[in-house]
């Protein structure tokens, strides 16, 4: 090192991070570099316009003379066209039960066909629906007084008829003869388990 000379200290270089220039939106940046090539960058904020003035005050307008009607809070929102979870489950309840079958997986509905309780809406013999004893279209009501289970083929057969006879209706029944080892067949697939009614009869261990 050189007497009567300082050295010379190494400029420290900026933190990118604290140097960095904020452009707002709308502004722009021009390098200072005179060799540089300029560049404008324009940032904009998109704005979008949601209403228009003229359209807010045609649907002002429009809306005006528009009523809510009075049968609307006492029709089909307190009276809806299918049965809630509730009634459902309690309808499959008071239908007849089937001996030495387990009553929360097989019943018997009111013409004697035997029902499955995993299979509802298809069209097969131990498929069912629950059925409006009084139709929907014609004043019934979505209750446990107005439901019933019944074989999903008869209930299509059905409809809205209030004329067809018991007679009629076990005539449109789909009819299959299944065994009990059937039953168990289908117990295994659906629940993974068989369960026999405490009416089952034979041997019990004490």
Same mark, same amino acid.
């Given at each position: ?5 300082? +050295?010379?200290? &190494? !400029? /420290?270089? $900026? ?5 960095? @220039? #904020?452009?707002?939106? =709308? ?6 570099? +005179?060799?540089? &090539? !300029? /560049?404008? $960058? ?5 704005? @979008? #316009?949601?209403?228009? =003035? ?153």
């Amino acid at each position: 090192m050189r007497p009567g000379k300082e +050295p010379k200290r &190494r !400029s /420290r270089q $900026s933190s990118p991070l604290k140097d960095r @220039t #904020t452009v707002s939106s =709308g502004s722009r940046f021009e390098p200072d570099s +005179p060799g540089s &090539r !300029s /560049r404008k $960058s324009t940032l904009t904020t998109p704005s @979008t #316009t949601l209403l228009d =003035g003229d359209l807010v005050t045609d649907d002002k307008a429009f809306f005006q003379d528009l009523q809510i009607s009075k049968d609307y809070y006492t029709s089909s929102n307190l009276n809806p066209r299918s049965f809630p979870y509730s009634v459902k489950q309690q309808c499959w309840e008071k239908a007849e039960k089937i001996k030495g079958r387990d009553p929360d997986r097989w019943r018997r509905d009111a013409l004697g066909n035997t029902l499955f309780r995993k299979l509802v809406g298809c069209p097969g013999c131990l498929c069912h629906d629950y059925d409006h004893i009084v139709p929907y279209s014609k004043g019934g009501e979505s209750t446990l007084e107005n439901c019933q289970v019944l074989q999903a083929t008869v209930n299509r057969s059905k409809g809205n008829r209030t004329d067809i006879s018991r007679a009629n209706l076990i005539q449109k029944s789909s009819y299959c003869r299944v065994s009990g080892r059937d039953m168990d067949l289908l117990e295994l697939s659906a629940y993974g388990n068989v369960r026999h009614g405490q009416d089952s009869g034979g041997c019990r261990i004490q």
